[in-house]
């Protein structure tokens, strides 16, 4: 049983959480997630733990999703997201969260080792090409354009997607 304090509440039909995140590239491709609940796909990582770092809770989630231990690059993307979901895992909820994007060091290969579930449901594995992203409905939207920049530095990003995702 988890007995780790997520920095996060959830109160009066509103769900608010700081979450650190990975942006893990190989060959091309980005690695997402998906479940069996959820008719989209979302970026690897969790709730950052009260007491622990984003850097630490990225490491952490991203080992415990893929089952392979990637390293920490930097720092990229400061993400405010606004989002409610009429289906799956939050249901119902007005969605408020801060997610920390770290991009990990690339191994040289797609090979994973996952064995990871949400809420007791099985997560997939699914590297999405990145110059075909916006042919999936992945999570968060600005994956592909951050992608295929020339990012340089930490960017911040506000996204509103309450209506994106409303009656799914």
């Keep these: 049983m988890n007995t ?3 920095c996060g509440f959830r109160k009066d039909g509103k769900w608010f959480r700081y979450r650190a995140a990975a942006i893990i590239v190989e060959d091309g491709c980005v690695l997402f997630a998906g479940n069996e609940l959820d008719n989209y796909y979302y970026s690897i990582g969790g709730a950052v733990h009260v007491g622990e770092t984003a850097e630490q809770a990225v490491t952490r989630e991203v080992l415990e999703e893929t089952g392979v231990a990637y390293e920490v690059d930097h720092l ?6 606004f989002f409610s979901d009429n289906s799956g895992t939050l249901k119902d909820l007005d969605c408020h969260e ?3 994007y770290f991009v990990m060091k690339p191994r040289g290969t797609q090979e994973l080792k996952s064995d990871s579930y949400v809420l007791g449901v099985k997560e997939n594995m699914f590297w999405l090409p990145i110059a075909e992203l916006d042919k999936y409905r992945a999570f968060p939207t600005f994956m592909k354009e951050y992608l295929q920049s020339g990012h340089e530095g930490i ?10 995702r409303e009656g799914v």
Aim: proline content about 0%; hydrophobic content about 50%.
């Design 4 to 6: 780790e304090l997520n």
């Design 76 to 81: 990229a993307v400061i993400h405010e997201n």
């Design 98 to 100: 801060v997610a920390l």
């Design 155 to 164: 960017m911040h990003i506000v996204t509103d997607e309450r209506m994106t």
